[in-house]
DNA sequence: GCCAACGTTGGC
DNA sequence: GCCAACGTTGGC
């Protein structure tokens, strides 16, 4: 089992959103390495801290699940999204998604700044400088503790 | 295949 | 709103 970490901005699609939806295509995503991460090393049942930037403060405020395999964004495809991708067609669908599931809320948020003053947090791929992917790969020891900042148990 | 121009992300 | 960082595009 791997684990991941999901950026997305609360005015947009926050860790509410996905609770009262319960399960949510991450679509939208129109980076190369932050698709390759969901088509190629997600699995269901992997769990992600969920992320939220753009916001005062940005920090962890829960997790959620791969809920199951990769398929393709259908908003590649709709003209009308904002997401519409002309370059890409069925027969060879250039953006790739997985659905999220909701798991839980954490009782503290987990803020940014929190992180980067954890010790036990260094190396984190998500406080690296420059780093902007939406979709980063955490390391076991990483997600755990971060739960455990975050007040929540497994 | 290089690289300048441009667009986007995201913390501050 | 600023701007550093960095990914993508497209001309050559």
Redesign the pocket.
């Known amino acids: 089992m791997r684990y991941w970490l999901i950026?997305s901005?609360p005015d947009v699609f926050g860790i509410d959103h996905l609770a009262k939806a319960k399960r949510e295509p991450w679509s939208g995503v129109?980076?190369?390495?932050a698709r390759n991460s969901m088509r190629d090393d997600m699995r269901p049942g992997d769990l992600a801290i969920f992320?939220?930037?753009?916001?005062?403060?940005?920090g962890a405020v829960g997790i959620a699940k791969v809920a199951g395999e990769a398929y393709p964004d259908p908003t590649q495809f709709d003209a009308k999204s904002e997401y519409y991708d002309p370059?890409s067609t069925k027969e060879n669908p250039r953006w790739m998604l997985v659905d999220f599931e909701f798991v839980a809320k954490f009782p503290n948020e987990v803020t940014?700044?929190q992180m980067?003053e954890d010790p036990s947090l260094e190396g984190m791929v998500?406080l690296?400088?420059?780093?902007?992917?939406?979709i980063t790969p955490v390391e076991a020891k990483h997600f755990k503790r971060v739960c455990k900042l975050g007040g929540w148990k497994e």
Request: aromatic share 8%.
């Open positions: 950026k901005e129109r980076n190369y390495q992320y939220h930037s753009s916001t005062t403060p940005p370059k940014l700044q980067k998500v690296q400088k420059g780093t902007r992917l939406s």
